[in-house]
C-alpha cells in the first residue's frame, strides 16, 4: 500500500531490502547488480528498484541522510509492506587506528546519543544490537567471497564528523568499553525500528575518511571514490541475501 513517502504497490517490495543512504547509489546497484529491475519508488526522488539478483527478488532503496530519514523509511517498510529484512550499507568514518581506506565494518551493536528511541517509543535508549540472523548470513558470506569485515561496536551521530566542531569532546563522551570502530548517521534509527516492530536490521560500511589514523588519507575519499570503492561491500550485501529465508 502507498504510504506519504512510497508510491510503490505492495507487492513491489521484496522482504528483503538493501539500503544505501545515497538515492544515486540505490539507482547505481540496481543498474549494475539486477537482472529485471523496475523502479517502485521516486517519492522526493528516494528511489526504490525492485529485481532479481541470482534469482532471488530484493529491493534496494535509498534512506536519505540521518536518523529522521532512516526511521521513517524503515519504519514505512517494515510497517506497511511488510519487509522483514533491511541491510544498510553506506559509508563511515573510521576510528580504529587498524583500519585501511574502504575496510568494510560489520556493526555488532551501535550507540546514540540521540533522542530517537525517547520520541519513537518513550524509551531512554541509547545502546542497540543488530540481528544476529542477518549478521550470520553476513560473515558466512564474507567468509565465502573472500570479502573480509571486521566486526565491532559503531556509533551513530546527528552531525557529519568532519564538522563536529570538537570532535574528541564528542569521542569523550561515549562510555569508554564500547572503543567504537567508527561512526555514520543512520544505523541506530534503522536499529531501533527494527527492535519496536520485531524486525530483522544490519549495517555494512565502508571506512572513507577517519580522524585518528595517520595510515589513511587526510583528506575524505572523492565522491567517484567512494562510489568505486565500495563495490565489495555492495557484493557482499547482496551475496548475504542469499543466505536469508
Known amino acids: 500500500m502507498p504510504t506519504p513517502h512510497n508510491n510503490a504497490k505492495s507487492e513491489e517490495i521484496a522482504k528483503t531490502v538493501i539500503m544505501p543512504g545515497d538515492p544515486l547509489r540505490a539507482k547505481f546497484i540496481a543498474?549494475?547488480?539486477?537482472?529485471?529491475?523496475?523502479?517502485?519508488?521516486?517519492?522526493?526522488?528516494i528511489y526504490a528498484y525492485t529485481g532479481n539478483y541470482k534469482n532471488k527478488k530484493l529491493t534496494i532503496m535509498a534512506s536519505g541522510m540521518g536518523m529522521?530519514?532512516?526511521g521513517i523509511y524503515s519504519y514505512e517498510l517494515y510497517k506497511f509492506y511488510q519487509v522483514e529484512n533491511i541491510i544498510r550499507i553506506g559509508s563511515c568514518g573510521g576510528y580504529s587506528p587498524d583500519l585501511k581506506l574502504f575496510?568494510?565494518?560489520?556493526?555488532?551493536?551501535?550507540?546514540?546519543e540521540s533522542n530517537f528511541a525517547l520520541n519513537a517509543n518513550n524509551e531512554n535508549c541509547h545502546l542497540i544490537k543488530a540481528?544476529?540472523?542477518?549478521?550470520?548470513?553476513?560473515?558466512k558470506a564474507s567468509q565465502e567471497i573472500n570479502i573480509?569485515?571486521?566486526k565491532g561496536t559503531t556509533i551513530c551521530t546527528e552531525f557529519f564528523d568532519s564538522y563536529i566542531f570538537n570532535l574528541q569532546e564528542t569521542l569523550n563522551r561515549i562510555p569508554k568499553d564500547l572503543k567504537p570502530l567508527g561512526s555514520e548517521m543512520e544505523a541506530f534509527a534503522l536499529f531501533y525500528t527494527a527492535k519496536m516492530l520485531n524486525k530483522k536490521a544490519s549495517c555494512l560500511m565502508?571506512?572513507?575518511?577517519?580522524?585518528v589514523n595517520s595510515n589513511l588519507p587526510k583528506s575524505n575519499a572523492t565522491a567517484e571514490e567512494r562510489q568505486n570503492?565500495?563495490?565489495?561491500?555492495?557484493?557482499?550485501?547482496?551475496?548475504a541475501t542469499l543466505k536469508i529465508d
Open 206 to 211: 565502508s571506512v572513507v575518511d577517519t580522524n
Open 131 to 139: 540481528s544476529t540472523k542477518l549478521n550470520d548470513a553476513i560473515e
Open 68 to 70: 529522521p530519514s532512516m
Open 31 to 45: 543498474e549494475n547488480f539486477l537482472e529485471n529491475y523496475k523502479l517502485v519508488n521516486e517519492v522526493r526522488n
Open 103 to 112: 575496510d568494510i565494518i560489520l556493526s555488532e551493536q551501535v550507540y546514540s
Open 229 to 239: 570503492g565500495l563495490n565489495n561491500m555492495i557484493t557482499l550485501a547482496l551475496e
Open 148 to 150: 573480509p569485515i571486521v
